[in-house]
């Protein structure tokens, strides 16, 4: 289930890249990447509403990292993550929790580089500074922008979302032009490419939207 919507196993399997043919494949013949995906679905179908991730990039490759971060962006229960990664924190979460040793923790409302940027522009601070603080800087820098902290969070996702749109739809039209795709796969890739041009028009327009609020 995603966002209150039911979801059947298959189309699960379809969300992390195994269609309808590959679902019916053996187990031993999958590939690493594969085998990854396939052990992601078995706990996700599970529907469970916290999640605790420990460097979950660490192992992935690449396809299977988009997947996830895919399913992550929509993920409508509590997440916790443990990483090194700051590109994928920076797209996945909202929150720190910033470990300062001695057993402190700060509570830090915003991602990676929201936390790098709020240290780099603080004066030398005592460090049990109240959480207000930093939450104050945080809505100064997005009232700049004209948007809400969240309208700001949206923005960004979209850019990143209209980014990886673009890519698909120009592999895709590369294949055709290539002449790459089978001839019982032909309708299939049209129908494919068209739900791409549609989402990415949705996406441009309320791209363009938010944009409007910055001016």
Same mark, same amino acid.
């Given at each position: ?52 991730? $420990?460097?979950?990039?660490? !192992? ?24 090194? $990664? ?33 240290? !780099? ?56 032009? !290539?002449?790459?795709?089978?001839? !019982? ?31």
């Amino acid at each position: 289930m995603t966002k209150g919507k039911i979801i059947s196993a298959s189309q699960l399997l379809e969300r992390f890249l195994f269609d309808a043919k590959k679902q019916y494949d053996f187990v031993e013949k999958l590939s690493g990447g594969e085998l990854k995906r396939l052990y992601l679905c078995t706990v996700l179908i599970q529907n469970p509403n916290f999640l605790i991730l $420990d460097e979950p990039t660490n !192992d992935l490759d690449i396809v299977t990292l988009n997947v996830l971060e895919s399913f992550l962006l929509d993920y409508p229960g509590c997440l916790l993550v443990v990483s090194h $990664d700051r590109y994928f924190m920076d797209k996945i979460v909202d929150h720190l929790f910033v470990f300062r040793g001695e057993g402190e923790i700060e509570d830090f409302p915003g991602n990676y580089s929201d936390f790098r940027a709020y240290e !780099d522009s603080a004066e030398p601070k005592v460090l049990n500074s109240v959480s207000t603080e930093k939450t104050n800087w945080k809505e100064k820098q997005t009232a700049s922008t004209g948007l809400s902290f969240n309208e700001q969070k949206e923005f960004n996702k979209i850019e990143k979302e209209i980014k990886d749109l673009e890519y698909n739809k120009k592999q895709i039209e590369q294949e055709f032009a !290539d002449g790459k795709v089978a001839d !019982d796969k032909i309708e299939a890739k049209a129908n494919e490419l068209q739900k791409i041009i549609q989402s990415l028009e949705e996406k441009e327009e309320r791209w363009f939207e938010l944009s409007s609020k910055m001016e």
